[in-house]
């Protein structure tokens, strides 16, 4: 028998008519435990009512506006009999000085999908510490995945429950915080109250300057913050558009299309994706199993995450790519010389490292090119972290050589070696990811001639590089030599750098792997 399952606004503590601010599912929409149904807003909290349960939305039964109890029916599942199922609510209060109330909460493993008996890999906190709702708490790594947990609260850190190594699950202690009021007061509180945490959606391969800080403290509910994660936008910089400037899914969507702030209709706009008077055409939606067969696999983690970041940089930053070419007929005599010599110490030297040490001496030429946007001002960084692509069985990752500018080749070759393998194994840390000035990207070892690099913003430009080939370079138009040459594929932002300088960065780049003397001068 067909029938209809309600959900309900669940117990919300003395609330009573509490308006529904935002409703975030639709009719036939397939929903999954926790996904957010609604947030309602009281004068002292704003409140996201997750789904109980999977399920397919048949109705919606309130609008924004509607005022809400205990009990009222949110929407309707379709279901195999009637049936009624209470949510339960997730409390994200406004920025206020009252936080948490005073007491003592025991922090515990949230809801991590089917992964049990996960190990914790790292812990960020010791007791004693301060911490803010948001700021990691413990990295946990499956086989499949590695997981933030964050703080659910602020407070101080009274006990840690796990050590590294640990191997936890669903609901497993892993830390006791006293919660702001009851830090404040240095008073003990009674009966530990319970707080789960939510996993971040920022794994470890999130690179990129997000101020934790700012982004705890903004004003919006875990779902939003999830999707901030997700799409790599720093949320203490959104500009809510919501009540009392709560931020909402749309502020967020309009930050990461480049909208600067955010309001509701212009982000409307840019999701009809109007451009030149011309709208765009919604996403073709194929049944491809009506072409043959078919099978479905979930993105991973990393790569939805890479893709939010690669998708942003792509759609935000008006690319060019200026090709060239490097003679490295000397530079290869000259490598494979030193990896003789080196043979004994272990250390292989690649194309790449000598790449870097090149990149160093360009972007030391051209400073524009180490530098980053902010806002109208241009951010000139007097140190050269060097990120380069690692190709990982789980994505694309960017780890960075801190201060390139300081270190040998054969230093440079062994941290990379380090980080590729780290990466690959998928236990890179965000900040072996972050603070890079300039990328390179190489696909020398697999093929290819040029290719278009995405920017790693806030970076300016990135240098691709594909495989060596020999080639005949003629002086005079008479003579003819073969020369192992370089293909060189730089993208740069228009916003920041001139065609003629992308050009003059790249001569220079290919001038000083010629002949790395240069390097010198
Ligand atoms: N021309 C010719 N040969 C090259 C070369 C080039 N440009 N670059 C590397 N090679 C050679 C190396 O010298 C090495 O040869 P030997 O084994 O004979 O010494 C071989 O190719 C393999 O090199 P490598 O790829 O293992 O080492 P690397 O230092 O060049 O690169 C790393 C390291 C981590 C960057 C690389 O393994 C990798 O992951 N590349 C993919 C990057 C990527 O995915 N970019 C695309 C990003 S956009 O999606």
């Known amino acids: 028998m067909s029938g209809l399952i309600d959900i309900k606004v669940p117990d919300i503590g003395d609330f009573k008519d509490v308006p529904v601010i935002e409703v975030f599912v639709k009719p036939g929409d397939k929903v999954k435990a926790e996904d957010p149904l609604v947030a309602l807003e009281s004068d002292k909290a704003t409140m996201e009512v997750p789904s109980p349960r999977d399920g397919v939305v048949k109705s919606v039964v309130v609008k924004v506006g509607d005022k809400v109890s205990e009990g009222a029916v949110i929407v309707q599942f379709e279901g195999a009999g009637a049936e009624q199922v209470e949510a339960r609510p997730v409390v994200s209060a406004p920025p206020s000085p009252v936080n948490a109330p005073a007491g003592v909460a025991e922090v515990r493993v949230p809801d991590i999908g089917d992964f049990k008996d996960v190990p914790v890999i790292e812990i960020f906190v010791k007791a004693g510490d301060s911490v803010k709702a948001e700021d990691p708490l413990i990295a946990l790594e499956s086989d499949k995945a590695t997981m933030e947990v964050p703080a659910p609260l602020s407070g101080t850190v009274r006990e840690i429950k796990v050590a590294t190594g640990d191997k936890v699950s669903e609901g497993s202690i ?105 709208d765009l055409l919604p996403w073709p939606k194929v049944d491809f199993a009506k072409f043959g067969p078919v099978e479905r696999k979930e993105l991973g983690r990393i790569k939805k995450i890479s893709a939010a970041n690669l998708h942003r940089n792509w759609v935000v930053i008006p690319h060019v790519t200026t090709h060239d070419e490097a003679d490295i007929t000397d530079l290869e005599q000259f490598r494979v010389t030193m990896n003789k010599e080196l043979e004994k110490s272990g250390v292989k ?168 003397r240069r390097v010198l001068f």
């Open 174 to 278: 892993i830390l006791v915080l006293a919660t702001s009021d009851a830090a404040a007061a240095g008073s003990a509180a009674p009966a530990p109250a319970a707080a789960s945490a939510a996993p971040a959606a920022a794994p470890v391969a999130q690179a990129g300057g997000v101020d934790e800080k700012a982004f705890a403290l903004a004003y919006a509910g875990p779902a939003v913050r999830k999707l901030a994660r997700e799409l790599g936008v720093d949320l203490g910089k959104v500009k809510g558009s919501g009540n009392h400037g709560r931020v909402v899914r749309e502020d967020v969507e309009a930050f990461a299309k480049g909208g600067a702030a955010s309001a509701k209709p212009q982000a409307a706009t840019a999701s009809r994706g109007g451009v030149g008077g011309i």
């Open 349 to 516: 030297l690649s194309l790449l490292p000598f790449m870097v040490k090149a990149a160093v001496a360009t972007l030391q030429k051209f400073p524009e090119f180490n530098a980053s946007l902010d806002g109208d001002t241009l951010v000139y960084k007097n140190y050269w972290h060097i990120g380069f692509a690692a190709d990982t069985p789980n994505g694309l990752m960017v780890p960075v050589i801190r201060d390139a500018d300081k270190k040998s080749v054969p230093e440079i070759a062994k941290e990379m070696n380090a980080l590729a393998k780290i990466a690959r194994e998928g236990k890179i840390k965000p900040d072996q990811m972050q603070g890079g000035t300039f990328s390179i990207s190489s696909l020398g070892g697999i093929g290819g001639i040029y290719f278009t690099p995405i920017i790693n913003a806030p970076e300016v430009a990135i240098m691709g590089v594909c495989k060596g080939y020999w080639k005949q370079h003629s002086a005079d138009g008479k003579t003819a030599n073969w020369r192992l040459t370089l293909p060189l594929s730089l993208s740069w932002d228009h916003r920041v750098i001139d065609g003629a300088a992308a050009a003059r960065f790249n001569v220079y780049f290919a001038n000083v792997l010629a002949d790395l």
